[in-house]
């Protein structure tokens, strides 16, 4: 089923459980993620980024992804990620996704209470939650997305942002990267616990491809209530295509998308079995 996206994580909040969040572009790779959520009996986020809008119908992907859900066992949410800009937001509203990130991180503080505070006005009319990021995400390797500051987030910011937009959830820099990483990550929860300490409402990580397990599971224990996951899903798509294809060179193109969204199903549900904290 189809779920709002602010009950969702508030349920997840209160469970002490993270959502994941995959960055996913088409039919096949929409149907993995609901496959190895139902697999772990966890709900799950169905991501598209602002960057795909010139390659990705939007209107036609929500449409898709709102027939699948409808059929699914568990809550299934459609988030906007990623969007700079507000006709973006509209147009993702408009079609029925669940909830919205703008990302507002390359402006100053001011600004970007300004303009996220005008998205969550729009938003909260059409029942759409919003998603905001403080600090900035550097970007790692293999990453499609914008480099970014690497600036962490300041939890008395947080704090003051979040009570002037009225934003949901919110995006946390605390050292991960988006895709990645070149080095040892470094990743410092002790300030995750004080923005926890700061703000109530549900907190975001973007950046899981390649995060420790136990970190993601401390993570998790300090208050990340959903995950984004990205670039480990591509690599393993990717990877998979290569392998397949050399080694069935003739194949035809609907065996091979039926094997990709097979092949990428235990990626996802390794992630979604972390993330449900169990242990
Ligand atoms: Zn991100």
Redesign the pocket.
């Known amino acids: 089923m189809i779920v709002n996206t602010k009950e969702m994580l508030t349920a997840a909040q209160q469970g002490n459980y993270a959502v994941a969040a995959f960055n996913v572009y088409n039919q096949e790779t929409v149907q993995a993620a609901v496959r190895a959520a139902e697999s772990q009996s966890m709900p799950v986020m169905i991501a598209l980024g602002e960057r795909y809008f010139p390659t990705v119908d939007v209107e036609g992907f929500a449409a898709m992804v709102k027939a699948i859900g409808a059929k699914s066992s568990v809550p299934v949410a459609l988030h906007l ?2 969007a700079y800009e507000k006709e973006s937001i509209e147009r993702a509203i408009a079609s029925g996704f669940s909830s919205v990130m703008y990302d507002g991180s390359k402006y100053s503080f001011e600004q970007n209470v300004e303009q996220t505070k005008e998205i969550v006005s729009i938003a909260h009319i059409a029942g759409v939650s919003v998603e905001a990021e403080i600090g900035s ?1 550097a970007r790692g390797s293999f990453s499609d ?1 914008e480099e970014g500051s690497g600036t962490m987030t300041n939890p008395a910011d947080a704090k003051q942002f979040v009570a002037e937009t009225g934003v949901d959830f919110l ?1 946390a820099a605390i050292g991960t990267v ?1 895709g990645m990483y070149s080095g040892e990550p470094n990743i410092n929860l002790q300030l995750l616990e004080q923005i926890r300490a700061a703000i109530d409402i549900p907190l975001v990580l ?2 899981g491809s390649g995060t420790p397990d136990a970190i993601i599971v401390e993570t998790i224990k300090r208050g990340i209530c959903k995950i ?1 996951v990205n670039t480990e899903i591509s690599l393993a798509a990717v990877s998979f295509l290569k392998d397949h294809v050399a080694a069935y060179p003739s194949t035809h193109l609907s065996s091979v998308m039926a094997e990709l969204e097979n092949a990428i199903v235990p990626a996802m549900s390794r992630f979604v079995s972390l993330f449900a904290n169990r242990a």
């Open positions: 990620d990623h995400l997305e995006a988006h973007h950046g984004n």
